[in-house]
T-cell receptor
Framework: DTAVSQTPKYLVTQMGNDKSIKCEQN?????MYWYKQDSKKFLKIMFS???????INETVPNRFSPKSPDKAHLNLHINSLELGDSAVYFC???????FGTGELFFGEGSRLTVL | EDKVVQSPLSLVVHEGDTVTLNCSYE??????LLWYKQEKKAPTFLFML????IEKKSGRLSSILDKKELFSILNITATQTGDSAIYLC?????????FGKGTLLTVNP
């Protein structure tokens, strides 16, 4: 069983479109994150959620809207896609006790290409 | 801003060599220092360090934290081609892990 799973793994779309990436974890964690990894492999936090509540929004444009329907899911919706949004998006989870300080469990990533 | 600086940015060695990767960080609200290895897909966890001077070891890999000088090192002895990867250092604080830009290690046969 995959601990943190993301879909889709690959996404190719045109500028201006809207797309979503879904994430689910079966680890029983109640903290989830979205990270963006650019072409230079720099991994930067976008959002963190604890018990379905948004805790961190790291100056991400309003076009990005995360949604956590329950503690096991954190989805990412992106409106009006731009070329600069092309990246690999990683979902991750951790236990509350180690919120932001302990081991993160990463999904395999969703590679978004905007043409 | 939370800052994590890794050096070198890239390194090419031969199998059997020993390498030392460096990570320095800012002290504000520091809680933990983590090392990850990233090959083709997701980063995989190596170590978490919270106490100064206590070495953590796993096979040929080891890591230590110096909270006075604000840095950590990751050592890999007797490198193998399978060690080729990006090694990421991350600082835990303020409800998030902040990553450095990584060190790209290439181990040639």
């Amino acid at each position: 069983d995959t601990a943190v799973s993301q879909t889709p793994k690959y996404l190719v779309t045109q500028m201006g479109n809207d797309k979503s990436i879904k994430c689910e974890q079966n680890l029983g964690h109640d903290t989830m994150y979205w990270y963006k990894q650019d072409s230079k492999k720099f991994l930067k936090i976008m959002f963190s959620y604890n018990n379905k509540e948004l805790i961190i929004n790291e100056t991400v444009p309003n076009r990005f809207s995360p949604k956590s329907p329950d503690k096991a899911h954190l989805n990412l919706h992106i409106n009006s896609l731009e070329l600069g949004d092309s990246a690999v998006y990683f979902c991750a989870s951790s236990s509350s006790i180690q919120f932001g300080t302990g081991e993160l469990f990463f999904g395999e990533g969703s590679r978004l290409t905007v043409l | 801003e939370d800052k994590v600086v890794q050096s070198p940015l890239s390194l090419v060695v031969h199998e059997g060599d020993t390498v030392t990767l460096n990570c320095s960080y800012e002290v504000t609200n520091f809680r933990s220092l983590l090392w990850y290895k990233q090959e083709k897909k997701a980063p995989t966890f190596l170590f978490m360090l919270t106490s100064s001077g206590i070495e953590k070891k796993s096979g040929r890999l080891s890591s230590i934290l110096d909270k006075k000088e604000l840095f950590s090192i990751l050592n890999i002895t007797a490198t193998q081609t399978g060690d080729s990867a990006i090694y990421l250092c991350a600082r835990g604080s303020n409800y998030k892990l902040t990553f450095g830009k990584g060190t790209l290690l290439t181990v040639n046969p």
